[in-house]
Antibody, heavy 120, light 107 residues
Framework: QVTLRESGPALVKPTQTLTLTCTFSGFSLGTGGMCVNWIRQPPGKALEWLARIDWDDDKYYSTSLKTRLTISRDTSKNQVVLTMTNMDPVDTATYYC????????????WGQGTLVTVSS | DIQMTQSPSSLSASVGDRVTITCRAS??????LNWYQQKPGTAPKLLIY???SLQSGVPSRFSGSGSGTDFTLTISSLQPEDFATYYC?????????FGQGTKLEIK
């Protein structure tokens, strides 16, 4: 059974750096074709893709956010970490991690999401 | 970047109705088009991948079609549990992009 769980602070101040961790089970990011994405959703708004890291450690980012994002992995711990610098109130959202496989390039498993509020 | 546009943004329908949601891409995405269902307070759930393939466990009343830039999600006979928000997503090229969502409400 594949599961993913996001963890991190619920509240950050403007200009701070956000660090989120995705801890997963039921698959290995070291296995060919496996990928983990970060996707966010502001309250009442649409989904927005942020970043992806692959089994071979390739990394991809949102065009508009790439200067602020870093995605990394710890394969031995089954974790993926997303950092976002210079947080702003408009970054308030539920942040999801989600698995994708290169065999189809669709998200087949999502974490439950974690709400991050940016406020002073 | 590829832009995804869904229509309508909201839709009122009754149990038993046939419903169609449209998704248009700003450039061809071949059949790299996925549909997700999201209920309040929960993560999205995959319904359709590769434009027309039904995800395992998803009821057969859901179907998808299209290729290139124009796609549709059809629910053949609405059930009470289908009232939710639906999103299309292209996975043809990075950055991936989602439509703005279609909220399906009970009439």
């Amino acid at each position: 059974q594949v599961t993913l769980r996001e963890s991190g602070p619920a509240l950050v101040k403007p200009t701070q750096t956000l660090t989120l961790t995705c801890t997963f089970s039921g698959f290995s990011l070291g296995t060919g074709g496996m990928c983990v994405n970060w996707i966010r959703q502001p309250p009442g708004k649409a989904l927005e893709w942020l970043a992806r890291i692959d089994w071979d450690d390739d990394k991809y980012y949102s065009t508009s956010l790439k200067t602020r994002l870093t995605i990394s992995r710890d394969t031995s711990k089954n974790q993926v970490v997303l950092t976002m610098t210079n947080m702003d109130p408009v970054d308030t959202a539920t942040y999801y991690c989600a698995r994708m496989k290169s065999s189809g390039w669709y998200v087949d498993c999502w974490g439950q999401g974690t709400l991050v509020t940016v406020s002073s | 970047d590829i832009q995804m546009t869904q229509s309508p943004s909201s839709l009122s329908a009754s149990v038993g109705d046939r419903v169609t949601i449209t998704c248009r891409a700003s450039q061809s995405v071949s059949t790299y088009l996925n549909w997700y269902q999201q209920k309040p307070g929960t993560a999205p759930k995959l319904l359709i991948y590769a434009a027309s393939s039904l995800q395992s466990g998803v009821p057969s009343r859901f179907s998808g079609s299209g290729s290139g830039t124009d796609f549709t999600l059809t629910i053949s006979s609405l059930q009470p549990e289908d009232f939710a928000t639906y999103y299309c997503q292209q996975s043809y090229s990075i950055p991936y992009s989602f439509g703005q969502g279609t909220k399906l409400e009970i009439k």
